[in-house]
């Protein structure tokens, strides 16, 4: 899977035009899924113009009750047929908005309850790293925000290792400090060993744990590569139609490869 996170960027024409472009550019693909998380003010006229056998849309955030005084959210019954994914506790909605594991672990719960699939970001911070709490903090966020599914429901689960010190914010796209593939192997690891844990074997085989953290096409492969690793979800790179459709592209390239 590649997924695109454009984050609170693009107007309804700009978002068009991407989309046009990378419709241009991104054929077909049976073995790579392509994402796309626009704003929420764009999903419904994206979800008009995008050739469905080519893209799925995410939202990037959603309110876990079914409806109510919740003045500013979008509920998940609301999103229900307009996309497939629910970005759930992505680093900014934790670390800026304050967003808790608990909150978290209710937005999975809707999000799966309403038919769609989350994809649930856990991540270290650079403190965390220095401190060698990486598995202990994953530990946490994997156990915390699938605490409400259950076993049958591992399918529709997606979880993004972004490591908070690697995503870019905008300013600084392309400098950032990335991790090495090893570690992002580790990281994986790290993460089904805790899907094993609660939901067994075969959920842990079964489970799409994908990287995001400035990536772009120069690195893309490199952690594609990586045991256990099914995916990218990109943010900075993804607003530029030619570095995501090249990116989808090695994608295909890797999967056909094996
Ligand atoms: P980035 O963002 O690719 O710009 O680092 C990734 C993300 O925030 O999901």
Not at 79 to 103: A, M
Not at 110 to 128: F, H, K, P
Not at 135 to 156: C, F
Not at 194 to 223: I, L
Request: aromatic share 6%.
């Amino acid at each position: 899977m590649i997924a695109g996170n454009w984050k609170m960027n693009l107007n309804a024409q700009l978002a068009s035009v991407l989309v046009h472009r990378l419709q241009e550019r991104i054929a077909t693909h049976k073995n790579v899924e392509v994402v796309l998380a626009p704003s929420m003010l764009h999903i419904q006229p994206l979800s008009l113009q995008i050739d469905k056998r080519k893209f799925k849309l995410a939202a990037q955030n959603a309110h876990f009750e079914d409806h109510g005084a919740f003045t500013g959210e979008v509920a998940m019954t609301q999103l229900q047929h307009l996309v497939s994914y629910v970005i759930i506790g992505h680093s900014e909605r934790r670390h800026v908005f304050g967003e808790k594991d608990d909150l978290i672990a209710k937005k999975v719960a809707s999000c799966v309850r309403n038919g769609m699939s989350a994809i649930l970001c856990v991540g270290e911070t650079n403190q965390d790293k220095a401190a060698g709490e990486t598995n202990n903090v994953l530990h946490d966020q994997v156990t915390a925000g699938l605490r409400n599914i259950t076993s049958a429901e591992i399918d529709n689960i997606v979880i993004a290792y972004e490591p908070v010190w690697a995503i870019s914010n905008g300013k600084d796209f392309g400098e950032k400090k990335t991790p090495k593939p090893y570690d992002v192997k580790d990281a994986a690891r790290a993460i089904r060993k805790n899907v094993r844990a609660m939901f067994g074997e075969q959920a842990e085989a079964k489970v799409r744990v994908m990287y995001g953290g400035s990536t772009n096409p120069e690195n893309a492969k490199g952690y594609l590569n990586v045991e256990g690793v099914d995916g990218l979800l990109v943010g900075g790179a993804s607003l530029n139609y030619e570095q995501f459709s090249k990116m989808v592209e090695i994608a295909h390239q890797s999967t056909v490869q094996g």
